[in-house]
């Protein structure tokens, strides 16, 4: 084996070996004991644009009969970087949407390099994220990743910015929950019933991967992958681009976690029969998430203006997702599962796409518990790392990352019980 194999090798291994486990913070306190939870991740709408919006009446009742955080925030950008910033507090140093660099073993992961990938970089498909190393600092606003110059993107609050750290462990809620003896899923809608390996997109049915000459007799013009719907995305997938994930040191941590929302192990036939994990991620497609795309029709056409507003939104989008949100939520509150124990779903959405100053990056936080208070309007500042702090909290694991920051509060208000309790 090459210098360079044994060395990734050697950061893949010492990202999931017990020593490490003890670089993490302390578990944190404040939220009851969990036994199931469920997030959902919609995408690329800011709080304003989805509060109130006559488009999503069920997020909006939901959001009513609830808790809601009215000061919570995403990160950074673009979607990836948010994503992995909800499941292992950090962005790893990769500022970008890349597919995942497969199998990779010669690549280093930019924690051990110390170089930052950005979304407008020629780095390339990112390597597997493994090891311990430095971050990416989040500015105030940036002025070099997705856009450049002014007037620049948002990447908080335009007040508040985070250093990079330089002991950042390479693992995810994934490598916690199964190192606890716990569980997860991540429920990815339109992933092909083959599974995720070197799955970048796909529609469910064709993916990067399908050889299309294959389909007999040829047609004019050709059948080719630029024609399909990318409805199922990688970077909406944040587990599969750790190390410990792809080469699954741990049976109970593979690609294999990967599940399409249909199929006898999706979502709806887990959540039919209740047995479903300890953590469960739900991820809609690009056009239920309210992301969009540009060659599916226009229920599914991207916003037709990107200035932050209502006004310039595709309404058909925002009410698929509404719709899909509620068969989703809905689901959930008809599985066994949610009449057991202590359980909670959490809606939120990854970034605000239009936080080009002066819009900030504040998006919608929907916390229910069926065990807790209801209706509570919580205006403390929380951000994605308070989000996996909490989660932590409730499923008695360690803080990982900037989920130990001194400023990632946890979120006693919207995740109490109705006596106030934090018992096991």
């Known amino acids: ?21 003890a670089q993490q913070g302390p578990v944190p306190q404040g939220v009851p004991h969990l036994d199931h939870v469920f997030v959902i991740m919609m995408e690329n709408h800011g709080y304003s644009q989805i509060l109130n919006n006559p488009n999503a009446p069920f997020t909006n009742k939901y959001a009513a009969a609830v808790n809601t955080g009215t000061n919570y925030f995403a990160v950074a950008h673009p979607s990836l970087t948010n994503y992995l910033e909800v499941v292992g507090g950090s962005n790893f140093g990769v500022l970008n949407d890349h597919d995942p660099d497969w199998h990779n073993a010669n690549c280093m992961p930019n924690l051990a390099t110390g170089q930052t990938s950005f979304d407008n970089s020629n780095f390339g498909a990112t390597c597997p994220i493994a090891g311990m190393g430095t971050d990416a600092a989040t500015p105030k606003i940036d002025y070099s990743n997705e856009t450049t110059g002014l007037p620049g993107d948002i990447e908080i609050d335009g007040v508040r910015s985070i250093p990079a750290s330089s002991h950042i462990l390479g693992m995810s809620i994934a490598d916690q929950l199964v190192a606890a003896g716990l569980s997860y899923k991540s ?25 299309f000459t294959k389909l007999v007799p040829a047609q004019t013009p050709a059948l080719t992958y630029s024609s399909v719907v990318a409805l199922y995305a990688d970077k909406h997938n944040p587990f599969i681009y750790f190390r410990s994930t792809q080469e699954g040191y741990d049976s109970r941590n593979t690609l294999a976690n990967s599940m399409p929302w249909d199929g006898p192990n999706g979502l709806y036939a887990d959540l039919a029969t209740g047995h479903v994990p300890t953590y469960s991620f739900i991820a809609p497609n690009q056009c239920d998430d309210q992301h969009g795309r540009g060659n599916a029709g226009p229920f599914c056409n991207y916003d037709p203006t990107s200035d932050g507003t209502q006004a310039g939104l595709n309404p058909a989008l925002i009410s698929r997702g509404d719709t899909t949100l509620q068969r989703v939520v809905s689901s959930i509150h008809h599985s066994p599962v949610w009449h057991e124990g202590r359980s909670a779903i959490v809606v939120l959405w990854d970034e605000n796409d239009y936080s080009t100053a002066p819009n900030t990056n504040q998006v919608l ?60």
């Open 1 to 21: 084996m090459k210098l360079s194999q044994l060395t990734s090798v050697a950061l893949a291994t010492a990202a999931i070996a017990s020593p490490l486990f």
């Open 365 to 424: 936080l929907i916390v229910d518990t069926n065990y807790g208070v209801h209706g509570v309007r919580s205006s403390n500042y929380y951000n994605h790392f308070s989000l996996l702090r909490t989660i932590e909290g409730g499923l008695r694991l360690p803080c990982l990352n900037h989920a130990c920051d001194n400023d990632s509060h946890v979120m006693t208000d919207l995740f109490a019980g109705k006596d106030g309790d934090d018992r096991n």
């Open 187 to 211: 429920y990815q809608e339109n992933l092909p019933l083959s599974g995720a390996d070197r799955v970048n997109t796909s529609d469910g049915f064709f993916s990067n991967l399908t050889d």
